[in-house]
């Protein structure tokens, strides 16, 4: 495809009608083309940031790119390909969906593993070669393009709304997964990709009133300028976004409870479970941890440190952080961190320090969450919980 665009370059250049050729609209489209290839060049290709999530998206916007390099008319009849264009447009358009979910899953779940039924998201896309060759090629009374045009694009409506409620539900168990094993939540929440959910869906609802409308060529530009940004927001977010589950559970678990879990499994749905006692003890565990080690001073901490140190699986950790000290783990160790805070700030030693300086000391990444958690807990900022605390 390279070469078929630099042909195009010198297509361009030797051709008189270059201005006339190019209008803002076939400008629009052009960045459509490449502004996602650039984006997919980053994020294949950049070293320090590998991760399947990158993968996801930059196969997205190669996928991006080639759909409106064969729906760009001003580039193909000139490369002399409008022949076989038409045969992958909708198998394209019927691809792009599945992908916007598979990134959205490579983010949000742990050990995430793209698996052969996952093939089966693709059956749509794959049909539709045959159709389409079959409804352009053939003539066929029965499957002409037009209905076949009317088919893609009801389907791909229908995937819009799978798939974006697919991933809103990703979404919601990845913000319970926040509280339950991570203390922080700086880089992690994902909202962009709440915003950019539903931006999919507003832009999509969009694309489907004009093309019922048949009012496609009225609202061009405006078509092409939101998907402009829609892209540029995608990949802009992508690249900046860090890989967020990047810990495993610790290989030599403590055999101990492993053996107990095993032998007191459900023999109904042979659920493994701890009892009481073992509850307890792992509760006392858990607690002596941050008592001796502080490891709540840690600002990236997880439960997975919590995990290695201990020898077992963050499950049973973030089980008994739950029902014995009612609390999720990022609150549990909030409070750490805020008693630790409290100290600091009546402390005559520390009264050099600003609000975000005890803020840093004490495990927290931003003045802002450490604003919030402390409140939540004390019911008084930083600040009022100082100057109350020194005039008594």
């Known amino acids: 495809m390279v070469m078929l665009f630099v042909y195009q370059l010198i297509f361009i250049f030797k051709n008189q009608n270059f201005f006339n050729m190019y209008t803002f609209n076939n400008i629009l489209h052009f960045l459509l083309i490449f502004q996602p290839l650039i984006f997919a060049l980053q994020l294949l290709t ?35 390909i409008i022949s076989i264009s038409p045969y992958f447009v909708f198998p394209m358009l019927l691809t792009i969906n599945p992908f916007y979910y598979f990134y959205t899953r490579s983010l949000t779940v742990e050990d995430n593993k793209f698996c052969t039924i996952d093939l089966f998201h693709f059956i749509p896309a794959v049909l539709f070669i045959p159709l389409s060759i079959i409804a352009f090629s053939a003539e066929s009374s ?25 991933m809103i539900l990703l979404l919601k168990k990845h913000h319970i997964n926040l509280k339950n ?18 931006i999919y869906i507003l832009i999509s609802v969009i694309d489907l009133i004009i093309f019922h409308i048949h009012k496609f060529n009225e609202y ?42 095993k032998q007191k499994a459900d023999e109904k749905n042979s659920k493994p479970i701890l009892t009481n006692e073992r509850k307890e003890k792992l509760m006392l565990e858990i607690l002596d941890l941050m008592e001796k080690k502080k490891m709540y001073l840690n600002p990236s901490l997880t439960i997975y440190d919590l995990s290695k140190e201990l ?35 009546l402390s005559p030693d520390y009264q050099n320090l600003t609000i975000e300086g005890i803020a840093n000391m004490v495990g927290f990444n931003s003045k802002t969450s450490f604003n919030a958690a402390f409140k939540k807990i004390t019911g008084n900022t930083p600040s009022d919980y100082k100057t109350k605390n020194q005039e008594k």
């Open 181 to 198: 094993y991570f203390s922080f939540k700086e880089s992690i929440t994902l909202n962009w990709l709440k915003i950019f959910v539903i």
């Open 311 to 345: 020898n077992i699986n963050k499950t049973y950790i973030s089980l008994v952080v739950n029902e014995n000290l009612q609390e999720n783990f990022n609150n549990f160790i909030n409070r750490y961190r805020v008693n630790e805070a409290k100290i600091l700030l």
């Open 46 to 80: 950049y070293k320090h940031v590998k991760s399947k999530a990158n993968n996801f998206l930059g196969t997205l916007m190669i996928l991006v790119s080639v759909f409106y390099f064969i729906n760009a008319q001003f580039l193909i009849e000139p490369l002399q």
């Open 220 to 261: 061009e530009s405006f078509y092409f300028i939101l998907m402009v940004l829609f892209f540029n927001f995608l990949g802009y977010f992508g690249i900046k976004q860090t890989k967020i589950y990047v810990f495993e559970n610790p290989v030599h678990e403590n055999t101990s409870i492993i053996q107990e879990i």
């Open 142 to 166: 029965i499957l002409t393009p037009k209905l076949i045009k009317s088919i893609a694009t009801a389907l791909y409506n229908g995937q819009v709304f799978l798939y974006a409620l697919l």
